[in-house]
């Protein structure tokens, strides 16, 4: 198993171009079963858990085939499997957004509870209601859940908690749907505005994607297009703490700063200087490697977009580890999102956990030491500390991070860091 070898205590500078967005590129390559024409794609990265996806298409029936790097062309017109087994949706949540569009099209649909990072119960039953609400007979038998429809039927639906995959898996059943569904309380975030701008090109009728009312009029059938997915704002996050932490002075090209809005305000507070233009974002900071008291501690709460993402609340964590004062993140989406605080701690980070709010006191520097990473996120704020600690430290189960970073160690490399992959 791989891991991660870095010494820290090296200011970030260079430029480094940002990837296109994994939890996009997942439900975008999910509604290629819409359509029998050809969907190409374009940026989508080259991700553990976008191979498994293509790996789960391709084993009900979808052609893929690759037209240069971060550019494939998905052809369904021969799916000869309506099932997404265990085996293959194991590891990843995602799997569940083959539900829609294999109910959609083909009236029928057998999906296995999907599995994926052991951050806190993200429960499929609001997926399952709204597609019930409009007409599908579902139960869930020996771990499966079974779907049939003749036709699905437009409705209206509204969502007791805000769900980004449930966002998304209703919206391209209904694309499909006779007459019109409306979404209430849907999820905002970019990934739901990529996906519709995605299927309106395929020939769907969507209005308000990016509010909490997305309407979708049923069409009888999806055609041809072509979509470049949109750049990871949370990649770009994570490189953005990576300089305000060490000093640093980046440039990310290829990434849209509105999409960050939530995030750059946060450094700014730091005291980190953050600027941008249509296409690309700069942050300097004197940040920790420069000397105490430069980098000011600060809070965040998550919330759904637009507020401050829950998948940034463990890398500004690690900041807040190494700058002065006290602050506290609080997390209100998932309830295990704060497994990497032990590993942390063993970087002598002082952190307390209290409920779901972590109360962070900053220390005038870490130590290099062993750990391990938890999940995804998590994996990412232990790179971050690694970044400024003190002599060697060793990061173990890495094949989270490439679950959701594109060419880390490379990035990182070409902006000076001192990282190794070893095997």
Do not use: W
Request: glycine share 8%; net charge negative.
């Amino acid at each position: 198993m791989d891991k991660l070898v870095i010494q820290g205590g090296i200011p970030l500078n260079g430029e480094v171009r940002i990837s296109g967005a994994k939890n996009a590129a997942l439900p975008i390559l999910c509604a290629g079963l819409l359509t029998e024409a050809p969907l190409k794609l374009g940026n989508v990265p080259d991700l553990h858990d976008i191979a498994t996806m293509l790996k789960l298409l391709e084993h009900m029936g979808i052609k893929v085939s690759r037209d240069g790097q971060n550019q494939l062309t998905l052809d369904a017109s021969d799916i000869h499997t309506h099932e997404a087994p265990y085996d293959m949706v194991k590891t990843m949540r995602a799997s569940i957004l083959v539900l829609g569009p294999l109910l959609a099209r083909f009236g029928h649909a057998r999906v296995s509870l999907p599995g994926g990072c052991a951050i806190g119960s993200r429960p499929v039953d609001l997926h399952i209601k709204g597609l019930q609400a409009m007409g599908a007979e579902i139960h869930i038998e020996h771990g499966y859940i079974e779907a049939k429809v003749d036709k699905l039927k437009g409705a209206r639906i509204f969502m007791d908690l805000v769900t980004v995959t449930g966002t998304e898996n209703l919206m391209m059943a209904a694309t499909l749907a006779e007459g019109t569904t409306i979404l209430e309380n849907a999820a905002k975030e970019p990934e739901v505005v990529d996906l519709a701008e995605c299927l309106i090109k395929m020939g769907a009728q969507i209005e308000g994607a990016g509010s909490d009312v997305i309407t979708i009029k049923g069409v009888s059938s999806l055609g041809a297009a072509q979509h470049d997915v949109v750049c990871d704002r949370i990649e770009a996050g994570t490189y953005l703490v990576a300089a305000a932490m060490t000093g640093g002075n980046i440039r990310l090209q290829h990434v849209r700063a509105e999409l960050l809005d939530a995030v750059i305000d946060k450094l700014r507070e730091t005291g980190a200087t953050v600027t941008h233009d249509d296409n690309s974002i700069s942050v300097s900071s004197v940040g920790v490697l420069q000397g105490k008291g430069n980098l000011r501690s600060v809070s965040v709460r998550t919330a759904p977009h637009p507020a401050f993402p829950t998948d940034m609340q463990a890398q500004f964590m690690a900041l807040n580890t190494v700058a002065d004062a006290v602050a506290t993140v609080t997390e209100t989406i998932f309830e295990n999102r704060f497994m990497h605080v032990q590993e942390m701690q063993r970087l002598g980070a002082n952190i307390e956990v209290e409920g779901n709010t972590a109360i962070i006191r900053g220390t005038e520097f870490l130590e290099g030491a062993t750990v391990m990473a938890t999940d995804l996120r998590a994996s990412a704020s232990l790179v971050l500390a690694a970044l400024v600690a003190r002599g060697e430290t060793v990061i173990e189960r890495i094949y989270h991070l490439d679950r959701g970073y594109e060419r880390l160690e490379d990035k990182l490399t070409q902006l000076g860091a001192r990282i190794q992959r070893v095997k």
